[in-house]
T-cell receptor, first 110, second 115 residues
């Protein structure tokens, strides 16, 4: 059974701090990796995609991928209270499937 | 920006009834998906659909479920003989080129309540 693991949290950080979210996956064949944000009662919203090893930055967000360690992370700089949400890691499995982790709940304290 | 559209936003049905959840994927996307999220739990894969046929399905997607693309724009999930445990948020999603370098784009979901 292919799995994606995340710490469920909550991860509490003060406003303005860096939030670090982590994800591990079991399928060595996974090719594509995504971070989604989900507010309570809403649908997942894409934040970042990353497809190759290393770092990818987009505004306040940086995704990091290490395929050898089967590890993906998301850094959120200058965290804002509006960033408080559940962050979902998603990993592709084969051609037709995306597997989601349980999500990490982030709370940014004003 | 193009969106995935789902209707209805909320569906209440009685146990044993059939429901059809509807979705209009993004127009240039070729791969379509249904996911389910039971309250407080993770987003679970149900089925993927490409080229007018099911590409992959999960163990959850048993004979109670079916999908269809009845025309060039709609994509539906039918649940026959609903059970209490089918109560969940159902998300339709689409992607341009499948699970290779192509993110999923989600609709707003249909909240299904089975009483």
């Amino acid at each position: 059974q292919k799995e994606v693991e995340q710490n469920s949290g909550p991860l509490s950080v003060p406003e303005g701090a860096i939030a670090s979210l982590n994800c591990t996956y079991s399928d060595r064949g996974s090719q594509s990796f995504f971070w989604y944000r989900q507010y309570s009662g809403k649908s997942p919203e894409l934040i970042m995609s990353i497809y190759s090893n290393g770092d990818k930055e987009d505004g306040r967000f940086t995704a990091q991928l290490n395929k050898a360690s089967q590890y993906v992370s998301l850094l959120i700089r200058d965290s804002q209270p509006s960033d408080s949400a559940t962050y979902l890691c998603a990993v592709t499995s084969g051609t037709y499937k995306y597997i989601f982790g349980t999500g990490t709940r982030l709370k940014v304290l004003a | 920006e193009p969106e995935v559209t789902q209707t209805p936003s909320h569906q209440v049905t009685q146990m044993g009834q059939e429901v059809i959840l509807r979705c209009v994927p993004i127009s240039n996307h070729l791969y379509f998906y249904w996911y389910r999220q039971i309250l407080g739990q993770k987003v679970e894969f149900l089925v993927s659909f490409y080229n007018n046929e099911i590409s992959e399905k999960s163990e959850i997607f048993d004979d109670q479920f079916s999908v269809e693309r009845p025309d060039g724009s709609n994509f539906t999930l039918k649940i026959r003989s609903t059970k209490l445990e089918d109560s969940a948020m159902y998300f339709c999603a689409s992607s341009v080129s499948g699970a290779y370098n192509s993110p999923l784009h989600f609709g707003n979901g249909t909240r299904l309540t089975v009483t």
